[in-house]
C-alpha cells in the first residue's frame, strides 16, 4: 500500500497546528516543543524522533498556548504509524471538556469547517 492508498482512507478534516505535545507511554515520558501534523478530531502526527512502536498505548496532552487559563487537551490513544519524522496517534478516548476544545481548533484551522464532526 502506498501512500495515495494510505491517504483514501481517513476521514476527517485535518490540520496544521504548532504547540507542545506530552505523550507517556508505560516505559517513557516525551515532551515535544513543535509542530503537530495532520491534528484531527481522530488523532495527530506528532513530529519527534523518539522511538515509540506501532500499537503502544499512551496518555496525550496537548498544550493550547495563548489562553490565560492554560488550555490542555487531554486523550488517551495508540501509536499507529512510526516514520522517520515523528509519529501518528490514533485518539482511543477524549475527555469531554478536551473534546469540545479540539473541535473548536479543528474547525478554526480548518478549510472546510462545517465538515468537523
Not at 27 to 48: C, Y
Request: aromatic share 6%.
Amino acid at each position: 500500500m502506498d501512500k495515495s492508498d494510505n491517504a483514501e482512507k481517513r476521514q476527517g478534516e485535518r490540520v496544521s497546528f504548532e504547540t507542545k505535545v506530552f505523550l507517556k507511554t508505560s516505559d517513557k515520558e516525551i515532551r515535544v516543543d513543535g509542530s503537530s501534523r495532520d491534528l484531527s478530531m481522530r488523532g495527530l502526527f506528532v513530529k519527534t524522533a523518539e522511538d515509540l512502536h506501532r500499537g503502544s498505548s499512551c496518555d496525550i496532552e496537548v498544550v493550547l498556548s495563548g489562553t490565560i487559563d492554560g488550555v490542555v487537551l487531554k486523550m488517551k490513544g495508540t501509536v499507529i504509524r512510526k516514520e522517520p519524522t515523528g509519529v501518528a496517534v490514533y485518539f482511543n478516548s477524549v475527555d469531554i471538556d478536551s473534546y469540545a476544545h479540539l473541535k473548536k481548533l479543528v474547525q478554526y484551522n480548518a478549510k472546510f469547517p462545517d465538515s468537523v464532526v
